[in-house]
């Protein structure tokens, strides 16, 4: 079965500095697919980047990347410039893209930004 | 396109009350899931539907809960009779259920539920 692990339950960052929040997931899968989910005060998930494991290339949003090592089984998000905005609860998730599309979700990582 | 939405945003109940929840998902997605957002739990998928037919209810607690898909722009779950411990935030998504984005679930706003 697959697992998805967040270390880091919370952090904290000055605003426009960088932080990078780490995600690790176990599967014996070759193919899948890993997200990024940004949950604000608003309740509201919101997609932030996602990354397709065949692809070598990391994915990149704006502000937002990833460092997507498939061999260590590890997809931490990098947040540029950090921004008061970005102030959020960030999920980390895995999804097998056969069979039933479920996503495996990590606890979370509550990541502060401050003034 | 106005994103997936769910109805009621908020809901207060009393324990033993029937509680439904509902959802609209993206129009063209033909996959849509049901989440519970606790605290202690995190998030869990109660539900799957895919082309209006569930196909993973493991995630459901108990008889308690049900969830319906009568077509394909409505989803609702229901819980009969409710009791303090649902109480939780209720997420709806939809995902495109093929072609290129087959695998990005979009979230709804989500309902929070209290039941006393």
Redesign the interface.
């Known amino acids: 079965a697959q697992t998805v692990t967040q270390s880091q339950p919370e952090m904290s960052v000055q605003e426009a500095e960088t932080v990078t929040l780490s995600c690790t997931y176990d599967t014996s899968e070759n193919n899948y697919?890993l997200?990024w989910?940004k949950q604000p005060p608003?309740?509201?998930?919101?997609?932030v980047i996602?990354q397709e494991a065949y692809k070598q290339q990391n994915a990149t949003e704006n502000r937002f990347s990833v460092n997507f090592q498939k061999a260590a089984k590890s997809f931490s998000l990098k947040i540029s410039d950090s921004q008061l905005g970005d102030t959020a609860m960030y999920?980390c998730a895995f999804?097998k893209?056969s069979g039933?599309?479920?996503?495996i979700?990590g606890?979370?990582t509550r990541l502060k930004v401050l003034a | 396109d106005a994103g997936v939405i769910q109805s009621p945003r908020h809901e207060v109940t009393e324990m033993g009350q029937e509680v439904t929840l509902r959802c609209k998902p993206i129009s063209g997605h033909n996959s849509l899931f049901w989440y519970r957002q606790t605290m202690m739990r995190g998030l869990e998928l109660l539900i799957y539907f895919n082309n209006n037919v569930p196909i993973d209810d493991s995630g459901m607690p108990e008889d308690r809960f049900s969830a319906k898909m009568p077509n394909a722009s409505f989803s609702t779950l229901k819980i009969q009779p409710s009791e303090p411990r649902d109480s939780a935030v209720y997420f709806c998504a939809s995902s495109p259920g093929g072609g290129q984005y087959t695998d990005t679930q979009y979230f709804g706003p989500g309902t929070r539920l209290t039941v006393l």
Request: hydrophobic fraction near 35%.
């Open positions: 697919y997200f989910y608003s309740r509201q998930m919101i997609l996602r999920f999804m893209p039933t599309y479920k996503y979700f606890t979370g």
